[in-house]
């Protein structure tokens, strides 16, 4: 079992960063497909970026390109999100799922529905 925990979240107003952390525990594994996904009330959950370790590849929703950076933090064995420039429409809760067994393509922003394990979540808000 793969346990999730997200933390880092918090109010700042536009222009203003946030780092959130995701720290994964119980069974391990060599490599990850590391999603980050954020749903605002009211709408569906979307996917914000992606990073498969084992190939270092990263992708992003076109609304956070250049703005957001996904991470891994060796040293300190945590999965990242940097957030700058944050805007109002990136308020939501974000949510940290490591998945081992997504490869490729099945490693995806688009699926979320193929990550098995989530945290409870990190509420960002971001003032106008």
């Known amino acids: 079992q793969v346990h999730v925990a997200e933390s880092g979240g918090g109010s700042v107003q536009t222009g203003g960063s946030l780092k959130l952390t995701c720290v994964v525990s119980?069974?391990?594994?060599?490599?990850?497909?590391i999603g980050w996904f954020r749903q605002a009330p009211g709408k569906e959950r979307e996917g914000v970026a992606i990073?498969?370790?084992?190939?270092?590849?990263?992708d992003y929703a076109t609304s956070v390109k250049t703005r957001f950076t996904i991470f891994q933090d060796t040293a300190e064995n945590t999965f990242n999100l940097q957030m700058n420039s944050l805007k109002p429409e990136d308020t939501g809760m974000y949510y940290c799922?490591?998945?081992?067994?997504?490869?490729?393509?099945?490693?995806?922003?688009?699926?979320?529905?193929?990550?098995?394990?989530w945290g409870q979540g990190s509420q960002v808000t971001v003032s106008s």
């Open positions: 799922t490591p998945d081992p067994a997504l490869y490729g393509g099945d490693c995806s922003i688009s699926r979320p529905d193929f990550f098995r394990y």
């Open positions: 990073l498969d370790t084992s190939k270092g590849r990263t």
């Open positions: 119980g069974d391990r594994y060599s490599r990850y497909c």
